[in-house]
């Protein structure tokens, strides 16, 4: 089969007159093609923003100059560009502003049952996996052990399996590692690029250890509240139908009672 002919070159005058005959089309066109690309932008925002907020963000990095990497570090006067001095540099500067966690617990009197008897004497139901894996957000980004919450949402007999590993991993009181670590990444804040004090670390951590933590604050809670240890009257947070406005409102009354009574001191900061 003999070889296509090439075709034949453009002549350079031409290209000239094109690009002449472009610009000028341009410029009579300069106030349509500056709305047709506002309502452009504001449709495609629209429909991104919601219900995903973050492809509206993404499209929104696309306008910047920015892409988002760290390309170097400055570090008392020394320029770092590798991999490994940028990732030490910036976990030496999470480390030193993170807050030590006491090691011991608090002694305060406890009554009731302890949460271990309450994580082993009812075991947990499948129904209870399922229900938190169908709330779980498909938007999130995965962690170390790579399992995306779009899977864990859309695969409802994984709730048999991953049922069992919670109570075996609560009986055993071990944790996988994949479920224990988690992936950091540096978020720049505001200023200078350059300085590792203008990022802030976001960590990433297993979608199926976040499931259950879930699973577990509901068997803790519903045996808490069977066993009448928490109630709205000790404690306004974490529970259902007790929030900030009702700690208020008792506040209030607590105040107003008070302050009738004429032989009690009321103190209102």
């Known amino acids: 089969m003999a070889p296509l002919p090439s075709p034949p070159p453009i002549k350079k005058s031409c290209i000239r007159t094109y690009k002449e005959l472009l610009a000028r089309w341009r410029e009579e066109h300069h106030e349509e093609l500056i709305l047709a690309k506002l309502r452009y932008e504001a449709k495609r925002a629209e429909l991104q923003a919601n219900p ?152 990433l951590t297993s979608q199926v250890v976040k499931l259950m933590e879930m699973v577990i604050l509901e068997q803790l809670l519903e045996c808490w509240n069977q066993n009448n240890i928490f109630t709205c009257e000790q404690h306004h947070g974490f529970q259902s139908r007790c929030f900030c406005l009702t700690n208020l409102l008792e506040s209030l009354n607590d105040c107003s009672v008070t302050y009738d009574q004429p032989h009690i001191g009321t103190n209102i900061i």
């Open 52 to 203: 995903n907020p973050k492809k509206f963000y993404n499209y929104a990095k696309t306008s910047t100059k920015s892409n988002g990497s760290v390309d170097c570090l400055e570090v008392n006067g020394q320029l770092l560009t590798s991999n490994y001095d940028k990732t030490t540099a910036l976990d030496d500067f999470f480390s030193s502003v993170m807050v030590k966690e006491p090691t011991g617990l608090p002694h305060f009197t406890y009554r009731g049952p302890a949460p271990n008897e309450c994580l082993y004497s009812t075991p947990i139901r499948k129904d209870t996996v399922l229900k938190y894996m169908m709330e779980l957000d498909s938007h999130k980004a995965v962690g170390p052990d790579g399992i995306h919450p779009m899977v864990l949402k859309n695969v409802g007999r994984f709730c048999k399996p991953l049922r069992i590993l919670f109570e075996h991993s609560i009986q055993r009181g071990i944790l996988p590692s994949d479920w224990r670590d988690a992936n950091i990444y540096a978020l720049h804040k505001k200023g200078s690029r350059k300085f590792p004090n203008n990022y802030r670390p976001v960590s």
